[in-house]
């Protein structure tokens, strides 16, 4: 059985790169959580975990990860990425990504409404959300990316 975390992050970071795979690499490096390993997951934040926006993550490490990520070749295209956290007064969170060809505006649109109808249907009171997000118009090949990293 693994852990439940206790902590988490929410980060948001968009770069380019030479390579696809670097471009999300690069955006993992600004958003502060590029060495080490992620584990996707879904959308549900522990009841006790903490928020500490400061938290340092060990590299190499296995880690707990909610996230929307797009990566694109096509210059000029506009893209963004976004992450939400919503909060009950006594239980558990929700944690919505999303990721599209659009701006950021859009992208946090689309997160508010993904956290409202995921309280609606548990029938849970939504108290408070936190929503990070990042746009980025590509000049080579670009990432957007936003995560809820975390941790024990």
């Keep these: 059985m693994l852990p439940t975390p206790k902590k ?20 993992l490096l600004g958003a502060g959580i590029g060495n080490v390993n992620l584990v996707r997951i879904s959308s549900i934040l522990p009841p006790s975990a903490e928020q500490d926006q400061a938290l340092e993550l060990p590299p190499g490490s ?12 096509q210059p000029g295209t506009k893209i963004a990425a976004a992450v939400g956290v919503g909060f009950s007064a006594d239980t558990f969170g929700v944690i919505m990504e999303f990721s599209g060809m659009c701006g950021k505006q859009e992208a946090e649109d689309k997160i508010a409404g993904m956290l409202k109808d995921a309280f609606e249907n548990r029938g849970i009171p939504l108290v408070k959300t936190e929503i990070r997000a990042v746009e980025h118009t590509v000049d080579s090949i670009g ?5 809820v990293a975390l941790w024990y």
Excluded: M, Q, R
């Design 62 to 73: 296995l880690v707990p990860t909610a996230y929307g990520s797009i990566v694109c070749d």
């Design 143 to 147: 990432c957007a990316f936003a995560a």
């Design 8 to 27: 988490f992050k929410i980060v948001a970071a968009a770069a380019e790169g030479s390579h696809k795979l670097t471009a999300f690499d690069n955006a």
